[in-house]
């Protein structure tokens, strides 16, 4: 079975351009995740898609980030502008609808300078 | 306000030697709390889930505990490949959200 796909691995900008992330969860998994994770610490939620519906996005800097799920499997996550402080791993984590397990996929790393 | 810390940040273990890592928790309730293994520069890689205290899981060297406040994550006779990051999330009862620790750095020496 296929992990969840990400791209790009890596990527850097300047600030205040913008940044679009991709990711492709586990087939038939129907809740997707979106998680920033800055050096040294833990992941943390920016926004849970069932299917195509938002579940939670109340840590997510509405201001400047932005996410949709298309038909309910892939997802892109967008920043515009991007800040220094948006510097992380942006990482994409899948789950079945009926239990909370999370799959996790490589991340990518965004720096801004 | 929920909130998950981890203990130590740290831990450097000779092959062989068991050790214990810990991760307490501070929630209204508690849906579902979670052990990831992380490699540099991977993404987490999912270990447990325990939804109730006194329940314990099992996998190879791992064992992973879990009390009203806390979780521990014992590692038995730890081999240089158990060298990763350990995290550890709570997901509350009440809304959607999950909370991760800052995460244990665990370095096993051959």
Same mark, same amino acid.
């Given at each position: 079975?296929?992990?969840?796909?990400?791209?790009?691995?890596?990527?850097?900008?300047?600030?205040?351009?913008?940044?679009?992330?991709?990711? +492709? @969860?586990?087939?038939?998994?129907?809740?997707? =995740?979106?998680?920033?994770?800055?050096?040294?610490?833990? @992941?943390?939620?920016?926004?849970?898609?069932? +299917? +195509?519906? *938002?579940?939670?996005?109340?840590?997510?800097?509405?201001?400047?980030?932005?996410?949709?799920?298309?038909?309910? *499997?892939?997802?892109?996550?967008?920043?515009?502008?991007?800040?220094?402080?948006?510097?992380? *791993?942006?990482?994409?984590?899948?789950?079945?609808?009926?239990? =909370?397990?999370?799959?996790?996929?490589?991340?990518?790393?965004?720096? *801004?300078? | 306000?929920?909130?998950?810390? !981890?203990?130590?940040?740290?831990?450097?273990?000779?092959?062989?030697?068991?050790?214990?890592?810990? %991760?307490?928790?501070?929630?209204?309730?508690?849906?579902?709390?979670?052990?990831?293994?992380?490699?540099?520069?991977?993404?987490?890689?999912?270990?447990?889930?325990?939804?109730?205290?006194?329940?314990?899981?099992?996998?190879?060297?791992?064992?992973?505990?879990?009390?009203?406040?806390?979780?521990?994550?014992?590692?038995?006779?730890?081999?240089?490949?158990?060298?990763?990051?350990?995290? %550890?999330?709570? !997901?509350?009862?009440?809304?959607? !959200?999950?909370?991760?620790?800052?995460?244990?750095?665990?370095?096993?020496?051959?």
């Amino acid at each position: 079975e296929a992990g969840v796909a990400q791209s790009p691995r890596y990527k850097i900008i300047e600030k205040r351009q913008s940044v679009a992330f991709w990711c +492709n @969860p586990i087939s038939g998994h129907a809740t997707l =995740y979106w998680y920033q994770q800055i050096l040294g610490q833990g @992941p943390k939620l920016l926004i849970q898609f069932q +299917n +195509n519906g *938002v579940v939670d996005d109340s840590q997510l800097p509405k201001d400047r980030f932005s996410a949709e799920r298309l038909k309910g *499997v892939d997802s892109t996550l967008k920043i515009q502008p991007a800040k220094l402080e948006d510097s992380a *791993v942006y990482l994409c984590a899948s789950s079945r609808q009926d239990v =909370y397990e999370q799959y996790f996929g490589p991340g990518t790393r965004l720096t *801004v300078t | 306000e929920d909130q998950v810390t !981890q203990s130590p940040e740290a831990l450097r273990l000779q092959e062989g030697e068991s050790s214990s890592l810990n %991760c307490s928790y501070t929630v209204s309730g508690l849906r579902g709390l979670f052990w990831y293994r992380q490699d540099p520069g991977k993404g987490p890689e999912f270990l447990f889930t325990l939804y109730s205290a006194g329940e314990e899981k099992e996998k190879e060297r791992l064992k992973a505990t879990l009390t009203k406040k806390e979780s521990f994550l014992h590692i038995t006779a730890p081999k240089p490949e158990d060298s990763a990051t350990y995290l %550890c999330a709570v !997901q509350p009862n009440t809304g959607n !959200q999950f909370y991760f620790g800052t995460g244990t750095s665990l370095t096993v020496i051959p």
